[in-house]
């Protein structure tokens, strides 16, 4: 008999490539006073790497997910996307708890810096035990921590979603569009802070639509469109007209450009989503898709294929882009922001992330599995053990003995503890006067009273 269960499809790597591209612009446009700013592909578009981000994890929630529904079923499959929920808003807390650690390291760093208050997060050690309430129950979302809430609750409805497609599959879509557009119209928000009128800057009800736009694609709700050289050549056009639009150095200097900016910025609104965001985006992921084919193979070498691993843990390595983006930031504010030291930063941040992306691979592919015991201790020169161990791993010993101590040195040993009391100690006060009951006791009383105290 046939089995219904779809065979696993092998990854995606331009996908991958591409949400590794836009978590290193992520890394580069965080870095608070960062000079290469300027210089990444979003300040030469309508979009940038938000809506790469938010259409490829569409996309790819698509193919995860939408598998499991139909396997599972609406319901199994719903679990799946809720637990994958759940890990998101677990990693968006510990986010906030590492960013304000930091900031509290750089203030001692560099005490002449206030990164509590330049990152908007005073409120949270103001009042510490509403703030932590108001964290837990996504009403307090500061600026720079709204991309995984986003995310959430995006992700939250695709069971949704995906219940509307069953009755229809351009129901869905429609049901999208229709979000989006009462978003617009009667101004839905979601709250960014308990007291005051700051929403969300990434609104929901609008950025459904770019994340669903990809997920539509790939569940199949919307064709997908083919190679056409018209299509091309519109898509094309588009993304270099919006060039001397979207460059502020360079519109800002042409009276003519700067008035049309300004007549097209509703259409740009980036916490809304703007329509002109959304349509720049789907010309680059159509011209995207259509890449000549001497291009696309070289996505199989070395540098296209480390910034692919980054794709492939999107979650892991926006966290840590955005504590080595904050401490980017902090080095440039302690070395200056001249060009030598601006390269030195980000460069060691994007070394930093291709690393953390390699070392998270390898430990997906569990070497430790790889050969038996008697495997592990043979060295393959053929050279004796000591001590019963290889000589990798003996050479590797002494960084081990050295990780395990490092606890040790963060406890104060009883000695210590007790040192700095004896050197300052101060002679005992004379015991205070009994009360005038005790003068009362007899010999006997105290007698009794003393082996009570004994036996206690």
């Known amino acids: 008999m046939k089995s219904t269960l779809a065979f696993a499809q092998p990854r995606n790597r331009q996908l991958d490539f591409f949400r590794g591209v836009a978590l290193l612009i992520i890394f580069v446009n965080h870095m608070p006073g960062n000079p290469w700013f300027w210089y990444t592909p979003s300040r030469f578009g309508f979009s940038d790497s938000a809506e790469i981000f938010v259409f490829l994890s569409g996309y790819v929630s698509a193919v995860a997910y939408g598998r499991g529904f139909r396997q599972a079923g609406l319901a199994l499959g719903s679990v799946r996307v809720f637990l994958r929920c759940a890990q998101i808003y677990a990693a968006h807390l510990a986010s906030f708890l590492a960013m304000a650690a930091i900031c509290v390291f750089g203030n001692r760093w560099l005490p002449g810096t206030d990164y509590i208050q ?44 995906w219940s509307l497609s069953l009755l229809g599959k351009y129901l869905a879509v429609a049901a999208s569009l229709l979000v989006y557009l009462a978003a617009w119209h009667y101004g839905l928000e979601l709250s960014g802070e308990p007291n005051g009128d700051r929403p969300w800057f990434f609104n929901p009800f609008c950025w459904q639509l770019m994340f669903f736009t990809g997920f539509a694609f790939a569940a199949g709700w919307l064709p997908q469109p083919g190679y056409r050289p018209g299509l091309v050549l519109a898509c094309a056009l588009m993304a270099a007209l919006a060039v001397p639009l979207a460059y502020e150095p360079f519109y800002t200097r042409h009276a003519l450009l700067q008035e049309l900016r300004a007549h097209l910025e509703p259409l740009l609104d980036k916490s809304h989503l703007g329509p002109l965001r959304w349509l720049h985006l789907l010309a680059l992921a159509y011209l995207a898709a259509h890449l000549p084919a001497r291009i696309a193979a070289g996505l199989e070498r070395a540098p296209a294929r480390w910034l692919a691993e980054m794709g ?145």
Request: charged residues 15%.
């Open 312 to 456: 492939r843990q999107s979650l892991p390595l926006f966290l840590c882009g955005m504590v080595l983006s904050y401490l980017g930031g902090m080095a440039l504010d302690w070395a200056g922001r001249e060009p030598l030291g601006t390269a030195a930063v980000n460069l060691a941040g994007i070394a930093g992330l291709l690393s953390i992306a390699r070392l998270l691979a390898w430990l997906e592919a569990k070497p430790w599995q790889a050969g038996s015991k008697a495997d592990a201790c043979r060295e393959p020169n053929g050279l004796p053990p000591l001590f019963g161990l290889g000589l990798k791993q003996a050479a590797a010993l002494p960084v081990l003995v050295c990780a395990a101590l490092i606890p040790l040195s963060l406890v104060r040993s009883q000695d210590n503890a007790n040192t700095p009391a004896i050197a300052t100690a101060q002679p005992a006060p004379e015991p205070a006067p009994a009360p005038s009951g005790e003068l009362l006791k007899t010999g006997a009383d105290a007698d009794t009273e003393a082996v009570a105290q004994r036996q206690l």
């Open 118 to 161: 330049q990152l908007n997060i005073a409120y949270f050690f103001n009042d510490t035990q509403q703030a932590v309430f108001d964290l837990f129950a996504l009403s307090y979302v500061p600026n720079y921590f709204d991309i995984l809430p986003l995310y959430l609750v995006l992700l939250s409805w695709v069971p949704l979603a």
